[in-house]
């Protein structure tokens, strides 16, 4: 349920299926997995039952209480091992799951000849590599004029992400979150 609630919060399923499918063989060794599937049906109908009235929020809950069924009915993936230079010491043997999330992750980069759409993608990507979430999408909020600056190319994405991180809205960002952690324990 933690990684659900991560995910609807970022508004990133992803999140489920990287984390899910490696939980599968800890749950499998500590109770059935027919069972765990039959109490995640019944976690989902009652956190459905909390927004009957809200159509909306409906319809996440679902969509991404519906992923995790999907990833945890899937099949849990041979696990992979970190390659390393050397080929008598290799690395650490990792879930595949999380070597196939490392592995897909897109490169972004703002160069001038990019379209508004692919340069809003760019400055997204910056937010959730900062932030850990799409504040655009999670919170509502930009910093508009930085924003307009880098897609303009009035300054480099290096400095943009400079800029982002010494403002008074993550500083406040931030305040808040370890607030919030520190209230909920």
């Not at 980069?109 to 340069?119: C, D, F, I, N, Q």
């Amino acid at each position: 349920m933690r990684y659900a609630t991560y995910a609807i919060v970022a508004g990133d399923p992803s999140i489920i299926a990287v984390n899910t499918r490696g939980l599968r063989e800890i749950i499998e060794n500590a109770c059935s997995g027919e069972a765990t599937l039959v109490a995640l049906q019944e976690i989902k109908a009652a956190s459905l039952s909390y927004f009957r009235k809200d159509a909306e929020a409906t319809d996440i809950v679902s969509q991404y209480m519906d992923v995790l069924l999907t990833e945890f009915k899937g099949a849990t993936p041979s696990a992979k091992v970190r390659q390393r230079p050397s080929s008598d010491q290799q690395g650490l043997q990792l879930p595949q799951i999380y070597f196939n999330a490392a592995e897909r992750r897109p490169k972004f980069v703002m160069k001038p000849g990019l379209s508004a759409t692919e340069k809003n993608e760019v400055v997204k990507a910056a937010y959730r590599q900062i932030f850990e979430r799409d504040i655009t999408r999670a919170y509502s909020l930009s910093i508009s004029d930085l924003e307009s600056k880098v897609k303009n190319g009035d300054i480099s994405m290096k400095e943009f992400v400079r800029r982002l991180t010494k403002s008074p809205f993550t500083k406040n960002s931030f305040t808040n979150l370890l607030l919030t952690a520190v209230l909920l324990n």
